[in-house]
């Protein structure tokens, strides 16, 4: 059995590109305000109150640090919704990336 190994993961996110407006049909066909959302292992960020404005091509240039055990560790969801304080927040996409998968690999 292998012993868990306490690791930091450090996530950068650098930007987005072509991001789909979510604003279109409700009166206000304007681009996104997109903002992030990131999950791993029960812990959840939520970048809603930085969402950016109108932005289709949104620079976050953020980082993210969170504690982990490998093998143990659950996979990290990132996701974009656009804000909208009068409609409701509308999804916009996420990745699940499987980190074990990548730590683990032998295929780098």
């Known amino acids: 059995m292998m012993s868990k190994t306490k690791c930091v ?19 206000l066909e304007s681009a996104s305000d997109p903002y992030l959302k990131l999950k791993i292992n029960g812990e959840v960020v939520d970048e809603r109150q930085n969402h950016l404005i109108d932005e289709t091509n949104p620079e976050f240039n953020k980082m993210y640090e969170f504690s982990s055990n ?11 919704w656009d804000f909208d304080p009068h409609f409701g927040d509308d999804f916009i996409g996420e990745t699940v990336i499987d980190l074990e998968d990548r730590f683990f690999s032998t295929e780098w």
């Open 9 to 27: 993961i450090r996530l950068y996110v650098l930007s987005a590109q072509n991001i789909v407006s979510k604003d279109s049909g409700k009166g």
């Open 70 to 80: 490998f093998p143990g560790s659950s996979p990290l969801t990132i996701q974009v």
